[in-house]
């Protein structure tokens, strides 16, 4: 069980990973890296700025001791002179207090400056690596744009990109039914030359183009009958030579009957 819920989680890892792969832009990767970069420069140079605050107030309350021993002293000086040991003797005691605070402070004044020494060499290296970072990002932005729209010229000069893909079969279904359409209207005008298909523009069905040609067929006939009658071929041999004599046998006749 314990292996398969691995396995199941190794590929939900990879599936996982291979999406954010096709969604990273190494651009906008390479600019938020930049940023953050920039972050951690300004929270270096804050810490510069607090430490040198912390040291400018040790020496202004070391300048206020030192006042203070100075006072003290001259308390003591005068009291010593008063008769008044004990005034003086309190005096010093409170200056010898004071001088110890000095020195602690001395301790912290130089910690401080180590520490501000050391953020500062901090600060010159991490800014220098910064605006290294910077050019570099600048110029892996620019090659990978320069890398995109070259893999996009090609792709669309070999019509291997997606787009092109797309493009190419939609043309490829146009054409497909194109001739899908031309053999359609071929196969309906081949059916309907053959009388399997009716006309629907006319009004006439198959019964009708019979009719009609028997009609047709029979006006033939009669044209050629009268035809026949016409020149004398339907009445034998006698009429041609009615022909050749013309109107005179004809007023002949005539006469004859009168």
Known sequence: MAGLMGRASTIVKA????????????????????EKQLELLQNVKRGIADVVTARKRIEMQQQSLEASVVKLESQAREAVSQNREDLARQALERKAAVQQQLQGLDTQVQQLEAQQEKLVSSEKQLSAKVESFRTEKE??????????????????????????ADTGLAIQRAKDKTEQMQARASAIDELTAAGTLDDLTQSSDALDRELSQLSAGKQVDDELAKLKAEVGQGDGAEAPKEIEGGAEPAAEAKEKES
Do not use: C, H
């Open 139 to 164: 110029v892996i932005k620019a090659q990978y744009s320069a890398a995109e729209a070259q893999v996009k010229i090609g792709e669309a000069a070999t019509g291997i990109g997606e787009q092109m």
């Open 15 to 34: 599936k996982f990973s291979k999406v954010l792969d096709r969604a990273e832009n190494p651009a906008e990767t390479l600019d938020y890296s930049y």
